[in-house]
């Protein structure tokens, strides 16, 4: 057992001065079989903690849940650090940002338009409470002053950047304090005065978020902590992408040399990311500074190790700048190796009206106006809306508009494809032909998680016009696109019995209209699933070429690896070989828009994409 307190000077270990030489991790973007891999690495790279974040909405899908089996199991990743003889800080928002949907607030939190957001409202507060309660029933028993890794816990998340609702972060300080959590609390704000002055109380130990301009960065920060450590809990040390922009990349020298500087200042500090690992499934987030922008499924980061865990060049320069003020482990990770090339086709190909049809994509709902994502209890992925088009009295063409499209429709009339509304183009209104009956594919791209526009529902919102008459009596269908893949043979079940499923489920009709596809390249006319068994001798990490689609989502025995999107930058998946088995693996593509010869492909490097040099 150990006390772990903050000094006049310094954070002190048992009464001695000691520094806090974090890395980020967040375990709900790795594969948990790889977890105690990743934490190995970071203290081969000098560190001594660990950081994560607690991603609420991924723990509470729905209010009321708390998951915290494998990927989800805080307590089991907590229980690694302590064994890698590591420090681990937690920081349990319940606002993370983190480019993670909806900054890790769940959708159904704002099911209430009453509830706050991120501030001291009754309704807020009280969901806010069940899920901290729970977080710190795993937190608490794991401080050092019990023998745990737990030294630091943070309140909050840049707060100063969003409110100065002191209640609310006063309330959150109770909360923590009531809930067991004895460790010192701290408050990270992006260094500027009117951010740092926002977002903390006096009791809570003040921390800067930047990648950048050290000395005078801890110089402001200074002005606000007068006492005790300087920390940079966010050291930024690459950056995130959006769709449809470059990749991003911080220089190595650089990077270091910042890192250095930080250092020599005597700074602890926590390195975001050290690795960042992916946005598997729907779980990436968005900006919105005036125009909406989805982050990309990789969540590489340009840290020190990279997507798929091997060691950079940012890795050694960190190493040999840490190793100028602490003792440095003499083992270092296996260099990166190029990953098998590996080709399969295709085997089958289910249009998705004819899962519609039969029903496995779930239950159609009626409503007469037309229904938000989140009115409908969903709030990830996809949603069909289907709505009969009055004959039309006048001419034809007509104009179909709408309030927003969150984020990404797909029109079409009769069945057919009209076109395409992008939020990020700011499109509301699309020409339509003449025709019965309206469908309306909508994607949402992922929850903004930075700024006003957190808790915002998804989905079409209203008015729907038709040459400005409003259109009602709607149907909408969440996609249960896990059902889908399931019956295609992704759910998970060994090959024979998934070949045998296929087949028998085939002759009975209920595995629709499936075409078997020639061996070969086949074209994808989206909204389309489409099946392909991958044989590997033994499972190791791949990484899947994308580059000859359009926009979808891939799974891999039933877990989703995450979107793709030919806009780019990205242009590879990651797929950790744990999700495979040796011997045959069901990978199901839903594209949504279109690919003219698709098959599957495997290349021996990620392609993240073109860099801004
Ligand atoms: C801020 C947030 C983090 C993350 C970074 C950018 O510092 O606190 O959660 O969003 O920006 O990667």
Redesign the pocket.
């Known amino acids: 057992m150990s006390r772990f307190t903050i000094g006049a000077t310094d954070f002190e270990l048992d009464g001695r001065p000691h520094r806090v030489l974090s890395g980020a991790l967040h375990y709900f973007r790795v594969h948990p079989a790889q977890w105690a891999d990743r934490i190995h690495k970071a203290r081969l790279m000098g560190l001594n903690t660990i950081e994560t974040y607690v991603a609420w909405n991924a723990h509470s899908p729905q209010r009321g849940d708390f998951d915290t089996t494998e990927g989800l199991d805080l307590g089991r990743f907590l229980d690694l650090v302590a064994a890698e003889g590591m420090h681990a800080i937690v920081r349990p928002g319940p606002y993370?940002?983190?480019?993670w949907d909806g900054g890790g607030l769940p959708g159904w939190l704002f099911d209430d338009p009453a509830v706050g957001v991120r501030r001291s409202e009754p309704l807020y507060l009280e969901a806010v409470d069940e899920f901290l309660r729970r977080v710190y029933e795993i937190v608490a028993p794991r401080q050092v002053d019990s023998g745990g890794p737990v030294v630091l816990v943070q309140i909050e998340?840049?707060y100063g950047a969003y409110g100065d609702d002191s209640a609310y972060l006063r309330h959150l300080v109770d909360l923590t304090r009531a809930s067991g959590i004895t460790v010192p609390l701290t408050t990270?704000d992006q260094p500027t005065d009117e951010m740092l002055e926002a977002g903390s109380l006096p009791e809570l130990h003040k921390t800067g978020?930047f990648g950048s301009r050290a000395d005078e960065r801890l110089a402001t920060l200074r002005r606000h902590q007068p006492t005790g450590p300087l920390m940079c809990s966010?050291f930024?040390d690459g950056?995130?992408d959006h769709w449809g922009e470059h990749h991003h990349t911080t220089p190595v020298a650089e990077a270091a040399a910042e890192l250095d500087a930080l250092l020599a200042a005597g700074a602890s500090v926590n390195i975001?990311m050290f690795h960042g690992g992916t946005n598997f499934g729907f779980t990436n987030g968005a900006n919105h500074k005036g125009m909406y922008q989805s982050h990309v499924t990789s969540y590489d980061y340009d840290a020190p190790l990279d997507e798929a865990g091997f060691p950079t060049e940012k890795f050694f320069a960190f190493r040999e700048v840490i190793a100028r003020y602490a003792a440095v482990p003499d083992e270092v990770p296996a260099a990166a190796m190029p990953a098998p090339v590996l080709e399969a086709s295709f085997d089958t190909v289910l249009p998705l009206r004819d899962a519609v049809a039969h029903g496995t994509a779930g239950p159609w709902r009626s409503a007469h106006e037309v229904p938000t994502m989140d009115s409908l209890g969903r709030y990830t992925g996809f949603t069909l809306y289907r709505v009969g088009l009055p004959v039309a009295a006048g001419a034809s063409p007509r104009v179909l508009s709408f309030g927003e499209v969150r984020d990404r429709a797909v029109v079409s009339v009769d069945g057919v494809r009209v076109g395409v509304l992008q939020r990020d183009h700011h499109d509301h209104a699309i020409t339509l032909p003449a025709g019965d009956v309206l469908e309306v594919l909508v994607e949402d791209q992922g929850r903004v998680n930075?700024g006003v526009r957190i808790g915002e529902a998804k989905g079409l919102i209203g008015p729907a016009l038709l040459d400005g008459t409003p259109l009602v009596d709607w149907q909408a269908l969440p996609l249960d696109l896990d059902a889908v893949v399931a019956s295609l043979g992704g759910g998970g079940a060994v090959s024979t019995a998934v070949d045998a499923t296929r087949a028998s489920s085939g002759a009975a009709g209920s595995a629709v209209d499936t075409a078997r596809a020639s061996s070969g390249a086949v074209p994808l006319a989206g909204p389309v699933f489409a099946h392909a068994t991958l044989h590997v001798d033994e499972p190791v990490d791949l990484y899947l070429d994308t580059s000859s689609w359009g926009k979808g989502v891939v799974w891999v025995n039933g877990f989703s690896l995450g979107r793709y999107w030919s806009r780019g930058p990205q242009h590879t998946l990651y797929l950790p070989g744990e999700q495979l088995r040796a011997g045959a693996n069901d990978v199901v593509v839903f594209e949504v828009g279109a690919a003219a010869s698709a098959g599957l492909s495997f290349v021996a490097r990620p392609d993240l994409g073109h860099t801004e040099q």
């Open positions: 993370i940002c983190a480019e998340n840049e990270v978020s966010e930024w950056w995130f975001y930075y």
